[in-house]
């Protein structure tokens, strides 16, 4: 494949969210590299959103109407499979790309000498009091991809992340590893996963931020959706693609984490602890933080997290 010639497609999957989705095929659009089409996949019959992308009667937009429900992995699935370009951009329906997103990503896949690279880059997470740029830590390849998203040294999150509105690579690659049909939640730690076991594939992390992440609306998200024992089964699933102490930090960091937001108490805690002890190699950092999780409650974790945000941006301003 020659990768002086981009022939450019985003892949957006979306449903019930006509406002949102438009926004964001505006900002593909928007873009100082040309794109060839924004995919839009309807996740199941939703006239509002298909009303509302013919309403910008731009021809550019090619709307693909699922009948029935499939789930965030299948539509992307579908959504490159109907789409004409040798490049996709995914996006989600309530993120935004920024205007030379893709520009700057071209011009980096001009470069490497890599057969198939995986451009990704940081975002801007904006939440209700201040916006933030994640991830902290770039990911350089000089760690397993699952140590890289799941590890954690502190107590923030987002010290690791792909955001999926970042990635940019050749179809082929979506071709060779498709999203997995079905999953619920964790789609892109899953794809990502996947993809890294492949050794003519690469990671490429720029270090903009070129994509926009709205936290603050209230709006409904899968991602957002809390059911501990489903990422702790998933986590046994992907054991394989994981080490040790990446498959160990997020159930005893991710994972208890959740099931303490959900009112799991002890008992989950401990039934965390013994997957732990089956699959991983537990630490001292991350036992405590599960005895955090577990024995400190919810108002006194929120109150110690605020404290320790506070004097972080005392010390950063």
Known sequence: MDKREFTISAVIPTRNRPKLVVNAVKSVFAQTFPVLEAVVVIDGPDEHTEQALKAMDDPRIRIVALKENVGGSEARNLGVQAARGNWIGLLDDDDTWLPDKI???VEIARQVEIPFPV???????KGPFRDEIIPRELYDCSKPVGDYLFCRDGLTAYEGSIPTSTIFCPKAIFERVPF?????????????????????????M??????????AGDRASVSRVIDWRFSADWARKVRPLLTARAYTHFLGIF????ASAAG??????????????????????VFARMAFYGLIPDRVRRGIRRCRSKRTIRETT
């Open 103 to 105: 520009a700057m990503q």
């Open 119 to 125: 451009l990704c880059s940081r975002t801007i997470c």
């Open 180 to 204: 997995l049909k079905g999953l619920k939640k964790h789609q892109d730690w899953d794809w990502v996963l996947q993809v890294a076991q492949h050794t003519d594939f690469r990671i490429v």
């Open 206 to 215: 720029l270090p903009q931020a070129l994509s926009t992440f709205d936290t």
């Open 255 to 258: 994972c208890s984490y959740t």
């Open 264 to 285: 799991g108490g002890l008992s989950a805690q401990f039934r965390l602890f013994r997957q732990i002890l089956e699959g991983g190699s537990l630490s001292f950092d």
